[in-house]
């Protein structure tokens, strides 16, 4: 299986932190027991992907070590900020289902979907409609909605109405072509998911990007 994240986008799993305990520093985890169960408890309330923010800029005095996990987890639970990620894309899964409109057309349509940073969908675009070959994707045309947007990374994504998911030659001499080009630019090219009525298939997931 095959995920798109970077540490922009990955939950906060743990610091450490320097507390004052009389005139002397020391080095507790904030990962304390306390702390993963408070994290886990609204993770599992959550159906989607979330994005943890924490403030770990905190200074305190504590007489001793229990007295600091205490305050740590006081501190953590009251500043721990937990706040949906729109648009997020973390697997091809996701790109499939969102080319719902496109799935079922009896022609081949070749797409773009533009991330930022945080692997959040910025936008879609349709390059081209018809048989998919290089002399009809040029990565002038891929690219250059990316460039304006100032975009960090793309998937590319086309369907194939005969339903087969495999990918043909030309499929993949074009997403090698565009990833060249995407290096040269510096604009990641995540993966390229084929998506037919039923299924997808990620090139990521085939090792073929």
């Known amino acids: 299986m095959a995920f798109y994240y970077n540490s922009g986008s990955r939950p906060v799993k ?21 702390f993963q169960n408070f994290v886990l408890a609204i993770i599992s309330k959550q159906k989607k992907i979330m994005e943890y923010q924490i403030n770990v800029n905190y200074r305190f005095q504590a007489v001793n070590e229990r007295e600091a996990k205490e305050k740590a987890k006081n501190y953590l639970s009251a500043n721990l900020k937990v706040k949906a990620m729109p648009g997020l894309v973390c697997s091809p899964l996701e790109i499939a289902e969102r080319c719902w409109d496109v799935r079922e057309r009896d022609k081949e349509c070749f797409g773009v979907f533009f991330l930022n940073t945080q692997n959040q969908i910025i936008s879609r675009e349709i390059i081209s409609i018809g048989t998919l070959n290089t002399s009809l994707i040029h990565p002038r045309e891929c690219f250059r909605t990316a460039i304006s947007k100032n975009c960090a990374s793309v998937i590319f994504v086309h369907n194939h109405p005969s339903g087969s998911l495999e990918p043909s030659d030309e499929d993949i001499a074009v997403t090698k072509r565009l990833k060249d080009a995407g290096k040269l630019i510096g604009i990641e090219v995540l993966d390229h998911v084929i998506v037919t009525a039923e299924s997808h298939k990620s090139f990521k997931e085939q090792n073929l990007i």
């Open 14 to 34: 743990g610091k450490t932190k320097l507390f004052a305990v009389g005139h002397k520093l020391v080095l507790i985890p904030l990962t304390v027991r306390a």
